[in-house]
């Protein structure tokens, strides 16, 4: 991301990221990404972590540190979507290129929740 990317107050519900640097990258407090999918492929600084990913999927990270193959990682950002509770699978076409329309389903780490709660804020 170039120096000029804001993500102040924008939510990512579950969409997939690959190959970005969040190093440069404008947030505030608003900004809530906790749900986004991704691989070792996205850089996220230490500083951002309460607000961008989550830590079951920072610690798969740390068991398989390459990024995910096309497949894989189509798996698992389908199986990702499946914590989201207004998810139906019937989407996936939608969201996923033809070739990846059948791919199998990954189950996420166990312990990731999709989170609906406000994110905290150092407001007091």
Request: include cysteine; charge should be negative; hydrophobic fraction near 35%.
């Amino acid at each position: 991301m170039s120096l000029s990317t804001n993500l102040s107050a924008s939510t990512n519900n579950g969409g997939a990221l690959r190959f970005v640097d969040f190093s440069s990258a404008q947030i505030d407090a608003q900004t809530d990404w906790r749900n986004a999918f991704f691989d070792t492929s996205v850089i996220v600084p230490d500083s951002m972590r309460a607000q961008i990913g989550q830590p079951c999927l920072l610690d798969r990270f740390y068991q398989n540190p390459e990024p995910l193959s096309d497949e894989k990682f189509f798996g698992q950002w389908r199986g990702w979507l499946t914590l989201d509770p207004g998810w139906d699978d019937r989407s996936w076409p939608i969201l996923a290129s033809p070739e990846y329309h059948k791919v199998p389903l990954i189950p996420p780490p166990a312990g990731c929740t999709w989170h609906t709660d406000p994110i905290a804020t150092d407001a007091n």
